[in-house]
């Protein structure tokens, strides 16, 4: 059997030696090869030495261009693209990056560049901002009962079969400004409690060890569902869906994915659902 492939994006800098140390973390963990990538600007390739990019690296990682448990890789062209193209083949298993860099040309996690790279690629992608003090202990995973977030919490157990894995749905009250009865709200949050105990009865189906598996129900939207929920541990690791139903589309795409990476602590894994 092929070891997994771990492939982990960096730009030398300091800001990414969180990613790198998590990704040698998950690469222990899981008995696979570490790949490094930097990416090279187009306007930059031409007067780019191998040499010289392999000593930076080296000096990155803390390992050598030799060592059998990793590889360096280089491709060119714009960063979210470069990183993209270089994940797409069959054997890597996850993306690891760093946290983003706000208001540059080299801001290529937030916003739409975060949104290219997670429709150019179907691999999971995890956002590093904690240093890698050992195993994630737990999964906090946001759903709306879609099967692409089903896919997400499967996937999370899978790779971290270790972990705790937690379960979090924001609900409101439909037409809350017209709603102001309060056993609206109490009905509301029954039906939800419903619906969260059958998606995870089909979860359990799948995948046994899921019986484990915790949940709560929060009213609100699904940052403040996040917020919430990390609260008693922001050491555990943040896992969402890339395509759902409601709110939860845009948690991992677009505006609020900017709130994630800017307003939570943990790390955050988003897993590609768009074909679940």
């Known amino acids: 059997m092929t070891a997994p492939l771990i492939a982990v994006a960096?730009?030398?800098s300091s800001r990414a030696d969180r990613a790198v140390d998590r990704g040698w973390q998950i690469g222990r963990d899981m008995a696979a090869r570490v790949?490094?990538?930097h990416a090279i600007e187009l306007a930059d390739a031409?007067?780019?030495n191998r040499v010289d990019l392999d000593r930076k690296m080296s000096e990155c990682v803390g390992a050598s261009v030799d060592d059998e448990s990793c590889?360096?890789?280089y491709p060119e062209g714009s960063p979210p693209k470069a990183i993209a193209g270089a994940c797409q083949t069959d054997d890597v298993a996850l993306l690891v990056v760093g946290p983003a860099r706000y208001n540059t040309l080299g801001d290529y996690f937030l916003g739409t560049s975060v949104d290219y790279v997670l429709r150019h690629t179907t691999k999971p992608v995890l956002v590093v901002k904690?240093?890698?003090r050992g195993p994630y202990r737990r999964i906090i995973a946001g759903t709306d009962f879609s099967p692409g977030s089903a896919h997400s919490i499967l996937t999370a157990a899978q790779m971290f079969p270790d972990a705790a894995i937690h379960i979090t749905?924001?609900?409101e009250v439909p037409f809350k400004a017209l709603q102001q009865d309060s056993y609206v709200a109490a009905e509301t949050q029954q039906g939800e409690a419903e619906k969260m105990e059958k998606f995870k009865a089909a979860l359990i189906e799948r995948d046994p060890a899921l019986a484990n598996a915790t949940y709560n129900l929060v009213q609100g939207g699904p940052l403040t569902a996040i917020r919430e929920t990390l609260a008693s541990d922001t050491s555990a690791l943040v896992v969402m869906g890339s395509h759902g139903t409601s709110g939860w589309r845009q948690a991992a795409i677009g505006s609020v994915t900017s709130d994630l990476l800017r307003y939570i602590e943990s790390d955050v894994l988003v897993v590609n659902t768009k074909g679940a």
């Open 46 to 48: 031409r007067n780019t």
């Open 10 to 12: 960096t730009d030398f």
């Open 169 to 171: 749905h924001a609900w």
């Open 130 to 132: 904690n240093r890698a």
């Open 71 to 73: 590889e360096f890789l």
């Open 35 to 37: 790949r490094f990538i």
